[in-house]
């Protein structure tokens, strides 16, 4: 099965056998990876919803895809949002794609205080979209029917405000317990703060633990920003499971 693709104009209902129609950049985007006729893709436009049938007829710019079966989102194990200190760009791609890969629901750019990249305000909203747009190219290749939110960048009082609101874990290099140690409630949304390359400084980690969030330790070696995040959520998952049950 090839990868997902993203159909912004969705149909409302979808039967089992109908036929759904895909224009414009999509389509051409599945002629350039040379998908053939008769071949299973998987469709979803990205809030939950998908469709998965063959190629029933198709040309640069119009592909029909006859529909074998419906499918939709259902939540498993926690809800997962990171709050990620801005890597520098070759390192921001990575971190984004990574965390989209492993399941994160939604990511918070972070302008921390040792962060090397600075998104000034009237660049903030175009570093936003360049983050949802491999957000969502992310979920298309993971096949993921509901793809992660991004939103606008944050200040530390701002994380800070979010924070209380929330079950939070600070990941640190000088934490002294182990997410393993951690009891995680179930039903509710779990916020991972990741540092940036430089590290936290002690103001932010005082300002985030007055805020209610806790400090973690992610194991024995110092972890670049761009897969922390990743690692984080795999480890919250399966720390979770170990503790529910299984994903349901």
Known sequence: ???????????????????????????????????????????????????????VAMSPDHVEIHVDATEEFHQRGPRLSVIQALPKKDRADQAIDLMTEVGVHRIIPWQASRCVTRWSEDKAEAGRAKWEKIARESSKQARRLLFPEVTSLMST?????????HPTLIMHEKGSNLLSSHLFPQGEEQVIVIGPEGGLTESEVDVFRSAGGRVFSMGDTVLRTSTAGAIAITQVRAFWTSQHGQET
């Open 1 to 55: 099965m090839s990868d997902g693709f993203f159909v912004a104009d969705f149909p409302a209902t979808i039967e089992v056998g109908s036929t759904v129609v895909v224009a414009g950049a999509e389509a051409h985007h599945m002629a350039v990876r040379r998908i053939r006729h008769s071949e299973i893709v998987t469709l979803t436009d990205g809030q939950g919803r998908g469709i998965v049938g063959p190629v």
């Open 157 to 165: 009082p701002e994380v800070a405000r979010l924070i209380k609101n």
